[in-house]
């Protein structure tokens, strides 16, 4: 009895040191990043691999294996955050071109990334479905920082804005069907339950979302500011384990939550507060991947990394610029709008690591590599082409750009 407490104990306790390692080390290398100009993304993925198994092996393997759940959380909060992006007002004065630019750029990536994957490289068709649905997803953090930062105003803010709101939304579908593809070709015989059922579960996880969403709504009526966040941080954790119950990503439904509470409350204040409870999880879900990405196969995956790094690139301006010319876009709108969706990090990792869940382990681990390693690539030259594009397309003045 004794023995059993002692070690159950010693779990506990490195446990605790394990998760105030990874912190303090995240903390640390952002000092670096930040004198380099760096996104706070970089340093914690950067962290995570120098802590990691393949360089200085700082943490158990076991404490790594079992922080799994940390990602679905992660995702949830990045899910709930982009959710408030989705005002009905601005929807439906957006209209045809936000739909139509964030299909057009997303399947554009999406559909030459898989062409690359599957007929250059030859892989398996489930990584290339996967790993083309994962190039359909954009990073919003970058590009909203830097549209803060420099002040930036007008039509081509105002139509991004939007299009990197609605963009998860799309990456997230075209992943649901990918996975499902992907688990009848890995299982060798097409099954319809397999194929429909994520579908299924998916729609019903948005549904379940904008309904929890009006109950949360009218439950936060006359509640103090603590128990609000702590009644909604209770109901993303509930989201989420439900989702993860049923093998399906919590994303769709926490991003229809947020669409939810934000449209029936219009309370911006709960996000804030979420959004300041968020950052330790957030980097705890950065670093943990950097510790699971594998150092020793970017040998092996070295031209298929950085191929998958710049035919994302060309997918999404090509499909930019159709989609905002079939809007009637302005010249300005139509060359530049590409720029701005370079950068890729939260969604598109937290996908990755579901993805291995369906893959092969050998597969998912190439999928995984590809993925962190242009996420850290996309986050150092994301913020810089958002600036170029911002600046190029008049949305920044002169006035707005920092002194030499």
Same mark, same amino acid.
């Given at each position: ?20 390692? &990874? ?51 992660? @995702? ?21 071109? =936000?739909?139509?630019? &964030? ?40 590009? =909203?920082?830097?549209?803060?930062? *420099?002040?930036?105003?007008?039509? !081509? ?43 299924? *579960? ?45 093998? &399906?990503?919590?994303? @769709? ?17 709960? !996000? ?26 970017? %040998? ?6 950085? $191929? ?22 302005? %010249? ?15 969604? $598109? ?56």
């Amino acid at each position: 009895m004794a023995r059993a407490y002692l070690e159950h104990s010693a779990s506990g306790v490195m446990v605790m040191l394990s998760l105030a390692v &990874t912190l303090f080390g995240g903390f640390s290398m952002t000092r670096v990043t930040k004198k380099l100009r760096l996104p706070d993304v970089s340093g914690y993925i950067m962290a995570g691999i120098i802590m990691g198994p393949y360089v200085l092996d700082l943490l158990p393997q076991s404490f790594i294996d079992g922080t799994d759940f940390v990602s679905d959380i992660a @995702l949830s909060f990045i899910a709930f955050r982009v959710g408030r992006f989705f005002l009905k007002d601005t929807l439906k004065k957006s209209g045809r071109a =936000m739909f139509v630019v &964030t299909l057009w750029e997303s399947v554009g990536a999406a559909l030459l990334v898989t062409l690359m994957m599957r007929f250059i490289f030859r892989t398996s068709m489930s990584l290339a479905l996967i790993t083309g649905a994962i190039a359909s997803a954009t990073a919003p953090a970058s590009t =909203m920082m830097t549209i803060k930062q *420099y002040d930036a105003k007008g039509g !081509f803010v105002d139509l991004l804005l939007q299009v990197i709101a609605l963009d998860d939304v799309v990456a997230l579908l075209l992943f649901s069907l990918a996975s499902a593809a992907a688990n009848s070709l890995e299982d060798g015989i097409f099954d319809l339950a397999g194929f429909v059922l994520p579908i299924v *579960y998916n729609v019903a996880a948005v549904a379940m979302g904008f309904g929890l969403g009006f109950l949360h709504c009218r439950i936060m009526k006359g509640r103090s500011r603590d128990n609000r966040l702590i009644l909604t941080v209770a109901l993303l954790l509930a989201v989420t384990g439900i989702c993860s119950a049923f093998d &399906t990503s919590p994303l @769709l439904c926490c991003m229809a939550l947020g669409a939810a509470i934000i449209n029936k409350s219009g309370d911006d204040g709960l !996000f804030e507060q979420v959004d300041g409870f968020s950052p330790p999880v957030l980097a705890c879900f950065f670093i943990l991947s950097g510790m699971r990405m594998n150092v020793a196969a970017l %040998k092996t995956v070295g031209m298929l990394g950085v $191929s998958y790094f710049f035919v994302r690139i060309i997918g999404k301006y090509i499909g930019s610029y159709l989609g905002c010319a079939m809007t009637g876009a302005d %010249k300005k709108t139509r060359d530049y709008f590409g720029l701005a969706l370079v950068p890729q990090a939260g969604v $598109s990792i937290g996908l990755a690591f579901l993805g291995m869940r369906i893959l092969p382990p050998q597969v998912g681990e190439t999928l995984c590599t590809i993925v962190l390693t242009s996420s850290v690539l996309y986050e150092l030259i994301g913020p810089a082409c958002a600036k170029c594009a911002l600046f190029l397309s008049g949305a920044i003045g002169k006035e707005n750009l920092p002194e030499k």
